[in-house]
């Protein structure tokens, strides 16, 4: 079929209108052509991406930059209110306080769950038999679902001394500990919740990424008598640091965007300790039955989608000289 | 055709497969020595304990709680073995708290999405990446933008979008069409599905368009049925994905008859008895992970590839 098509191709151009590679391009405009060439039925079929995107996608966002200058509500039509929108969100003292523990719930998780899958990943890369048998495992907190494995945690935290964990911290002598309830382990204790939800995911990419690696490197390394730990550092570890890098700015976007945890653990308490910044959006907008002030949720959305614009511009800046 | 040109690639990676692990971080010849092995085998049997105590303890711990009676878990969180199993639990879940009800919501919900995110991204895959239209590179411009702006932007406008959509001016609130069609616009979908068709050779779909095939005959019969790995990734993470969802239901559906079961379960907790709400989490548990055990090579290579796309 090949030997068909392409002398039929070559001989296209010969005609006076000069047409390249592709002959339903040649005259292009006339909408007789454009019918004939099927770009009706094109269009047909990029329909469904065209509307789905246009109306779910592509329409919300514009109208995310309109509302931002905007006070909208629900009843009268929308009224051109300047930057007050966001004036009222810096001025709210809650904001200071959702900002710094949304940074100290994206530092936790990094301390927790950003070594840990790479130290997992690279001892199992190394296993023999039944690898697939310890990414099934890492892997199965992943497929519970989330609001299953924050309900049953909750249940776990208890903080009487019968508590699942408090059970076995008594048995090495510790606690009982308040958990979610004392204003300083209750982000922790959610970050170790989220920790233990996601790793996996970040082990099977860790997993994925070390099939890559070039193990001739690491003949190199022994005839110059690195041992495990060197070759670690200087072979494996290197060739990692684009995955390293992706997976640490993801997870940062990730972790800024924090809800269902605090939501559903501590709905934010106790005493603000958990309030982060899309639980103030989901206040603003949803929280109140008098109807939402949807233009200060837009407000911080937008600037916590910039901050992290920003972050993601300058990071990608600065790690590029290393990630290739 | 697809056989044809699957299987050269595939046989040869089942034929370097033996040979590429025998070299890892450790060398075989230091593998052994019996210091080396010993150590080795320490190390990754302590991992092999810690993912069954994290990783599938939990679960297990879930399995037993939603047959013991409520007493018995709160005296004895942690005794391995239930003095009595009481199977009632998940009779009384599964039709008194009208779990049954909840779990067939998620179903449809799953269904559903599942259903657009397969149209959206084959059909959006084949005209980017097959069909070219000449508007083709802009939409593709702008399917890709979308993958910039995180979702937290979207929670608000497209939430008044559904109260009124542009146009039309009819309100979704309270139907599932609210949750199906914003998850069909998923463009890490669409740019998954269209670099697989990337990937298709050019040839045939020549030789089809030759013997007189449609766009449509194309996509149907020649494009869909040697996408079978990609699409099942996608329909995977799409059912996972439904399965997952909390907040987006929980804004558009506020009527509970709707709801799926991540919405109905915080909600009703307070009002269960300990024994029959954790056999409700357990319920809601099965079939994820039934669906993982069963495709867990999908699941495990799709999770892979996601950092792969993202990367």
Known sequence: MTTISSPLRATAPAPPPPSPTRPRRARRGTPRQWLRDGGLSTLVIALPMILVFGVF???????????????????????????????????????????????????LALVFGYPLPLAAAVLMSEVRKMRGLFSALAYLPVVVPPVVAVLLWKFFYDASDTGVFNTIAGWVGLGPYPWLQDATSAMPSLVLEATWAAAGGTVIIYLAALVGVRTELYEAAEVDGAGVWRKIWHVTL?????????????????TAQVFLEPFLFTGGGPNNATLTVLMLIYDYAF????????GAATALSLMLAGVLAVLSAVYFRVTRPWSS | MAANTRTPALARRRATRPERPERGIVSSHDRRRPSVRGSLGVLQGGLLVTLVVVGLGPILWLAKAAVTPTQETLRDPLGLFPTGIDWANLATAWTRAEIDHYFVNTLIIAVGAWFFQILVATTGGYVLSVLRPRYGNVIFGLVLATLFVPSVVLLVPLYLTILDLPIVHVSLLNTFWAVWLPMGASAFNVLLVKRFFDGLPREIFEAARVDGAGPFRLLWSIVLPMSRPILGVVSVFAVIAAWKDYLWPLLVLPDPAHQPLSVRLPAIAPYLELDVFLAALAISTVLPIALFLAFQRLFLSGAGLGGAVKG
């Open chain 1, 287 to 294: 929280g109140s039955s008098l109807g939402g002030n949807y």
């Open chain 1, 57 to 107: 996608s592509w329409f919300p966002i514009g109208r995310a930059l309109v509302m931002s200058v905007q006070e909208t509500n629900l009843v009268t039509a929308p009224v051109f209110v300047g930057l007050d929108n966001f004036v009222f969100v810096l001025q709210d003292p809650l904001l200071g306080k959702a900002v710094r523990n949304t940074l100290w719930f994206a530092l």
């Open chain 1, 238 to 254: 290197p060739q990692l640091r684009g995955v390293l890098f992706i997976t640490l700015i993801l997870q940062v976007i990730g």
